[in-house]
Nanobody, 124 residues
Framework: QEELDESGGGLAQAGGSLRLSCAVS????????VGWFRQSPGKERDFVAS????????WYAHSVKGRFTISGDIATNMFFLTMNNLKPEDTAVYYC?????????????????WGQGTQVTVSS
């Protein structure tokens, strides 16, 4: 069972940048995908980005494509979400998660291991 620990959240101004980190332990040969999700109060937890652990292919939600970049270092089991040109609507708790399902068709319910989340607040 993977364990994940997010860090790097905080307060940013609109147009600014933040970089979130996710330390993952317990990855096995069955692990296929690491993803980032976010949840605002009263809303569902939404997909943000994911990266394949087999070929590093990345996927993004339409709302963040071109502004956010997911990356990872398999050797150190560290994964990152670099967020540029932040908008107030990016305000949420951000979670990283791991899945044994390949990234190109993993859905939220396929992610079985989650971190505790880190708060990102973007002021206008």
């Amino acid at each position: 069972q993977e364990e994940l620990d997010e860090s790097g959240g905080g307060l940013a101004q609109a147009g600014g940048s933040l970089r979130l980190s996710c330390a993952v332990s317990g990855l096995t040969s069955s692990s296929r995908t690491v993803g980032w999700f976010r949840q605002s109060p009263g809303k569902e937890r939404d997909f943000v980005a994911s990266i394949s652990l087999t070929d590093a292919t990345t996927w993004y939600a339409h709302s963040v494509k071109g502004r956010f970049t997911i990356s990872g270092d398999i050797a150190t089991n560290m994964f990152f979400l670099t967020m540029n040109n932040l908008k107030p609507e990016d305000t949420a708790v951000y979670y990283c998660a791991a899945s044994i399902i390949p990234a190109h068709y993993a859905t939220r319910s396929d992610f079985g291991s989650w971190g505790q989340g880190t708060q990102v607040t973007v002021s206008s």
